[in-house]
């Protein structure tokens, strides 16, 4: 496209330069002959004038008008169709952050290629026999926040992919069995859907070992159903944790550690936040920070999972689906790149979400509001049992202009100082249980959306 612009501005330059040519040599005809016109056509033939002038009456103008409607239709099409300007940038994009937030590695996986060429020399230190695999293989209970968004009208294959539960047999004594999860592969799946399934698994090997990120244990890609083995973290997403957490005290069960302080929230954030830096580190945006893509281990442990709209983003260049419009940054929401800060934005909703016990944010808002609301001011709302620190913290995250957001180290440095100030004593209560209907509704989730889930 920027080739096309280039030739039509060469276009119109050589035009005006035929023109202004075209008019001094007339001028000088004129000058030197004063009555030229008249020694060829006779009084009053306009027609005959024309002709004579034709070049500088119809030739040019008509070049000019062209060269303008091309122009002007090229720059139209950049600015309504952002596939044909991602294109142009992801032939342009380097393979590394270099120094500013403003560029993300994309990654490019090749639809095309062969099925047994997918398995790459890190696939195969992955692949683990389906034998390993043993026991009954159970659905894998969904949590509250989990149903809830699977009401959404707008999920279109939750039928090619399945999660089970299942027992591992670990590598080091045949003995010993793991309790993991497998996402596994529908037998009837396309051939598309399976290239997409590996590249997805490939996709989330590459991101390698972090304790705070979810750990890919392994890969059955020998013959199907082909699956994709995790770690189980017992206390599964945050969000629903959150919910368990909003029932009262004296109702509460014991095998449930929903004891959430001050303290533990700043903790939790810290361990994201470690999470999240070390996406970037890797050249990646996450693109879908939330409590429902934080899991919580049987010791409180948080890990960073959901890589789905990380995974889209970073092999087309753009993410496929905006759904969650509410933890979206305003420059996301406005249809241009997404940045670090663009993370860190959506980080700052997820301490609301914590805060609050799983509140949905902006909940006063209309979806299709956000963008204006914000750009008029509009910010999140402290919380009643929300200190000064965190509150700040939030704000902070949740700044108009990118530049004035904080850097993931410097929001580590702030989480690490405010735990150490924090209240360990006083545990957070929203008697109120959870309405999913009027969670959906103040989250934005009921409308239709063209969502692509893996």
Request: with cysteine; hydrophobic share 35%; aromatic share 8%.
């Amino acid at each position: 496209m920027e080739r096309v612009l280039w030739w039509t501005c060469c276009l119109c330059g050589f035009a005006c330069s035929f023109a202004e040519q075209q008019l001094q040599e007339r001028s000088s005809n004129v000058t030197a002959t004063p009555n030229t016109t008249s020694s060829v056509c006779p009084t009053g033939d306009t027609l005959c004038i024309v002709r004579v002038y034709e070049s500088e009456v119809i030739i040019v103008p008509t070049l000019l008008v062209a060269g303008f409607i091309i122009i002007f239709t090229c720059i139209l099409v950049l600015r309504f169709c952002p596939d044909c300007k991602n294109r142009g940038r992801q032939r342009k994009t380097t393979s590394t952050y270099g120094t500013t937030d403003n560029v993300h590695h994309v990654h490019h996986f090749q639809d095309d290629i062969a099925l047994q060429e997918s398995r790459s020399q890190m696939m195969d230190a992955l692949e683990i026999p389906h034998e390993k695999l043993q026991g009954e293989m159970k659905p894998f209970p969904l949590t509250a926040s989990a149903e809830a968004l699977m009401q959404r009208p707008s999920v279109i294959s939750k039928a090619m992919v399945t999660l089970m539960q299942a027992d591992l047999v670990t590598q080091t004594d045949p003995l010993v069995k793991k309790r993991v999860v497998v996402r596994a592969l529908n037998k009837l799946a396309t051939p598309v859907e399976t290239q997409e399934f590996l590249s997805r698994a490939k996709f989330e090997a590459s991101l390698g070992k972090h304790p705070h990120i979810v750990d890919v244990l392994g890969v059955c890609t020998t013959g199907p159903p082909l699956r994709i083995i995790y770690e189980e973290m017992e206390n599964q997403d945050l969000l629903s944790f959150l919910w368990k957490c909003r029932r009262d005290f004296m109702q509460m069960a014991t095998e449930i550690p929903c004891d959430l302080t001050e303290k533990g929230i700043f903790r939790i954030a810290q361990e994201v936040a470690c999470g999240l830096d070390y996406i970037h580190e890797k050249g990646y945006l996450h693109g879908d920070v939330a409590a429902r893509s934080v899991l919580i281990g049987k010791d409180m442990t948080a890990k960073l999972s959901g890589f789905g709209r990380s995974y889209h983003c970073n092999r087309r260049g753009t993410p496929t689906w905006e759904g969650f419009k509410k933890w979206l940054a305003p420059e996301r929401l406005a249809k241009r790149p997404a940045t670090k800060r663009s993370d860190v934005w959506s980080f700052g909703v997820l301490l609301y979400e914590i805060i609050t016990l799983g509140e949905a944010p902006f909940p006063d808002i209309p979806c299709n509001e956000m963008l204006q609301n914000l750009q008029r001011g509009h910010t999140l709302k402290r919380p009643p049992n929300c200190s000064n620190a965190l509150y700040s913290i939030i704000r902070g995250c949740c700044q108009w202009q990118q530049n004035k957001r904080p850097s993931l180290m410097d929001l580590k440095r702030r989480l690490q100082l405010g735990e150490k100030q924090a209240n360990d004593q006083v545990i957070l209560r929203v008697p109120e249980k959870i309405s999913i209907g009027k969670y959906m509704k103040e989250a934005g989730l009921l409308q239709q959306e063209n969502y692509a889930i893996l």
